[in-house]
């Protein structure tokens, strides 16, 4: 089993940043990737950004496109959602989710563990 913590959340005026955090524990040895996920009041669960452990592949939304940046910290068994020029449009919950299995494609891998998320409001 994968365990997911997210920390960084929190309220941002549009065009700020913000930088989330994803803590992986457990089984991560047997995860091919992470991916960034949110959701917003009211809409459907959309993929965000989402990078391979082992290859480094990385995979975004066209909306985050040129915004935020997905890394890596293997060695701290972490990944992070840089997020610049941040709009009221990223409103969310943001999940971060575990593959356990290779997919050519992250963006619509089928994630196996997620964790609980984290509130990002970004105010107008």
């Known amino acids: 089993q994968v365990q997911l913590v997210e920390s960084g959340g929190g309220l941002v005026q549009a065009g700020g940043s913000l930088r989330l955090s994803c803590a992986a524990s457990g089984r991560i040895f047997s995860s091919y990737g992470m991916g960034w996920f949110r959701q917003a009041p009211g809409k459907e669960r959309e993929f965000v950004a989402a990078i391979r452990w082992n290859a480094g592949s990385i995979f975004y939304a066209e909306s985050v496109k040129g915004r935020f940046t997905i890394s890596r910290d293997n060695a701290k068994n972490t990944v992070y959602l840089q997020m610049n020029s941040l709009k009221p449009e990223d409103t969310a919950v943001y999940y971060c989710?575990?593959?356990?299995?290779?997919?050519?494609?992250?963006?619509?891998?089928?994630?196996?563990?997620w964790g609980h998320g984290t509130q990002v409001t970004v105010s107008s």
């Open positions: 989710a575990a593959v356990t299995r290779y997919y050519s494609d992250l963006r619509s891998a089928k994630y196996d563990y």
